[in-house]
C-alpha cells in the first residue's frame, strides 16, 4: 500500500498535502494554546473580571467556545482538537454566541477564492499573452513599453497599488463610486444563477480584482517574455518551421506552450502571496471575505474565528498549489515520468 | 547529369551573414544540380559553410543572413520549376517538407516536448492537408506507421510516445520517418548521425541506404563524416571556404581525388585495412570567411601551392568525365596520389 503511494506522483502529492495542512493544524493550536498570555487565559481572565463569572464556570465557557477540554493534559487536549477538526468543528464565535466557526468561515469564503481566483485567471492569461507580444515584438517600442510597464506594477507592493486607485481613481477623481461598491454584494440581491447577481458580483468584487490583477501581472509578463524568447531559440521551433507549419500554430503549440511552463511554475507561489495580500486588500476595499472577517475578528478578539481563518487560509493555498502542481504535471509530460522531490 | 531530370538546380549561389565584424560570405558562388533520384554529399570541415547552404534550400537562414545572388531552382512535383529565393510566404511554408524534407543536425532536441509523437504527424499532416488532402485518423495513423517502419521503428511503442521517452537514435530516426510523411522530392540530412554514438550512426545510415534503395528520391547530406558519404552519396562535392573545390562521382572522389584539400580530407580518416600509413591532419585551419586570402583561399595550408595560387582564384575544372576540381595543379595532385596508391583508401569500397 506504501509502496503504492510512493510510486503514484498524484498520491503522492495529495499526501504531501494531508501533511501539511496536518503540521499546520497543529502549529495553530499550540500557539492558541501555549502562548505566553494565551488567548484561551486572556479569555478566562476577561470573564472573571468583567462579568464577574467564577473561575470555573469562566473555564468552562472557554473549553466549550474553543471546543477545548481545558482540564484534561495538553497532549489530550490536542486530539481532542484534531478530532473536532476532523470532523469539522472549529469551535464557536466569541462574539456571535452559538454561531459555529465553521459557518463564518465557510459564509466567507466564497468571495475570497471568487475575487482571487478569477483575478489570478485573468492576471495570468493576460500576463503570458502579453508577454509572449512583448518577445515576438522584442526591442520595438511596444516592447520597451510593456517591460518597463511590467516592471513598474510587479515593484509596488498590492496594498499600496490598492490604496492609489483608492485614493486616485475613487476619491480625487471621483470615476467610481466607492461607497456603493464596498461588501460583497448589493442590498436586495439574492445568490442565483443569474446575470443580475453575477454582474453585481463582478461589480463588488471589481476593485480586489484589479488591484490583485496589478499586483501580479508584471510578474507574468516578464517571465513570460524571457522564456518565450529562450523558446522561439529551440531546435523544434526552427524545426517546425522546416515542417511548413503555419504561423499560428507554432506559435501557440510549439513556442507559446512550452515557454508557459516556467511561469505556470511561479504560479502555485504567487497563490500565497496573493491569499496572504488579499486580508489587507480586502480590508481595504471593505470587501466581505476571508480578510475582512479576520480583520474583524482581530479587531473583536473573536479568537476561534481566527483561528479558523488561519486555517482556511493555509488550507486553500496548500489545496491551490497542490491543483497547480498536478495542473503542471499535466501540462509537462517530463514530471510524469520522473516524478519530483 | 546527362538524361537524368533534374530536381534541384543551385546557381551561383552567394550567401553572407552580416555580423558586427563585417560580412561572412558563407556560401561563394556555389553551383550544383540534383538528380530526381540521386544522392550528393557535402563534406567539408566545420565553417566551411555546409549547413547555412543546406538551410538555404529550404530558405531557413537566420535573421542576419541573406541570398545576396544566385538561383535555386526547384522542380516541384507539379513539374513547375519554383525559383526559391523569391517564393512568397505562404507558398514557401507548402514547399517545406511537402517537397523537400529536412533532417537537422540537433535531432536530439527537435520534437516539441510537451507533444506526443502522433501528434508530431497530425500537425504535419494537417498543415499540408490543403495540397496533400487530409490525412487524419485512421489513414494519419496508417501512413505513420508505414514511416515509421520504414525506418526500423516500432510503431505501436513509439507514437503514443513523448521525445523525452526516446533515445537519441529513435529520436533520429523518428525525424527522418517524419520527413518521409508527406513523400517529399528531396530529403535533406544535416549531420544526421553527428550527435549519436557508433552503433547508432551505423543504424542510421542502414536505414537511410534501405531508404535510397527502396525509394525514389533525391538526398543532401551535408557531413563531415567522410563514411557517411562514401556509404550513401552517388556524388561527392568537397566544400572549402564557402565554395565547391571538388565535385564528382563518389569513386572518383574516393579513389581519384584531383584536389589537395579532398586529398588531406582523405588522408585524416584512418582505414581499416592499412594500419602502417600515418594519419595526417591538415595544417592550418579553415580560412576566416569574413578576411579571405587572395588567390585560391586553400593555399595557405597547401603543399602544392606557388605564386598562381596566391593570385589568382582557379575555376572548377574538368579534370575527368563528371568530375571538376578548383585548382591549378589537379594533374600533379592526381599523379602523386596515384602514384601513392589509392588503394589505401579501399576500406570504404570493401564496405559497400
Known sequence: ?341 | MEGRADVLSVRELEIGYETGRGLVRAVRGVSFDLGDDESLAFIGESGSGKTTLGLSLVRLLPQNASIAKGEIAFRAASEEVLDLTTLDDEDLRRFRWEECAMVFQSALNALNPVMRIRDHFADTAKDHSETNGSLKGRALTERATECLEMVQLDPGRVLGSFPHELSGGMRQRVMIALGLLLNPRVLILDEPTTALDVLTQRAIIEVLRTLKVEHRFAMIFVSHDLSLAAELADRVATTYAGRIVELGEVEQIFYHPRHPYTVGLLDAVPTLAGGQQELSSIPGSPPDLIDLPTGCKFHPRCPYATDKCREEDPPLIEVAPAQTAACWHWEKVGSDWEARGGEIHERDANRA
Do not use: C
Request: glycine share 8%.
Open chain 1, 1 to 341: 500500500m506504501l509502496r503504492k503511494i510512493a510510486s503514484s506522483y498524484l498520491l503522492r502529492r495529495v499526501a504531501k498535502a494531508l501533511i501539511t495542512i496536518f503540521v499546520m493544524a497543529s502549529l495553530t493550536f499550540f500557539l492558541i494554546r501555549l502562548m505566553p498570555g494565551s488567548p484561551v487565559e486572556a479569555y478566562i481572565a476577561n470573564l472573571v473580571t468583567q462579568y464577574n463569572v467564577s473561575y470555573e464556570n469562566a473555564k468552562q465557557q472557554a473549553a466549550s467556545l474553543f471546543s477545548l477540554d481545558l482540564n484534561a493534559p495538553v497532549y489530550q487536549q490536542y486530539l481532542e482538537y484534531l478530532g473536532n477538526l476532523a470532523r469539522g468543528d472549529l469551535g464557536e464565535s466569541l462574539i456571535s454566541r452559538g454561531v459555529p466557526v465553521s459557518e463564518i468561515v465557510l459564509a466567507y469564503l466564497p468571495w475570497t477564492l471568487f475575487s482571487i481566483g478569477t483575478a489570478l485567471i485573468i492576471s495570468f492569461s493576460l500576463g503570458i499573452m502579453l508577454g509572449m507580444l512583448m518577445a515576438y515584438k522584442r526591442e520595438t517600442k511596444l516592447d520597451h513599453i510593456l517591460t518597463n510597464l511590467g516592471s513598474i506594477v510587479s515593484s509596488v507592493p498590492d496594498y499600496l497599488m490598492g490604496i492609489l486607485i483608492l485614493v486616485w481613481v475613487g476619491v480625487q477623481w471621483e470615476l467610481i463610486d466607492i461607497t456603493n461598491m464596498r461588501g460583497s454584494l448589493s442590498p436586495g440581491i439574492q445568490p442565483g444563477f443569474n446575470l443580475t447577481f453575477i454582474g453585481d458580483a463582478f461589480y463588488h468584487a471589481s476593485l480586489p480584482i484589479i488591484t490583485y490583477v496589478l499586483g501580479t501581472i508584471g510578474l507574468w509578463m516578464l517571465t513570460m517574455r524571457g522564456s518565450t524568447e529562450s523558446t522561439l531559440g529551440e531546435d523544434y521551433v526552427t524545426v517546425a518551421k522546416a515542417r511548413g507549419l503555419k504561423e499560428r500554430r507554432i506559435a501557440t503549440a510549439y513556442v507559446g506552450r512550452n515557454a508557459a511552463l516556467p511561469p505556470f511554475t511561479q504560479l502555485s507561489i504567487s497563490i500565497a502571496l496573493v491569499f496572504g495580500g488579499s486580508l489587507l486588500i480586502e480590508w481595504l476595499f471593505v470587501y466581505e471575505g476571508l480578510g475582512y472577517l479576520l480583520y474583524n475578528a482581530i479587531q473583536q478578539r473573536d479568537y476561534p474565528v481566527m483561528q479558523g481563518v488561519f486555517l482556511m487560509i493555509t488550507t486553500m493555498v496548500i489545496v491551490a498549489n497542490l491543483l497547480a502542481d498536478l495542473l503542471y504535471s499535466r501540462l509537462d509530460p517530463r514530471i510524469r515520468v520522473a516524478g519530483r522531490d
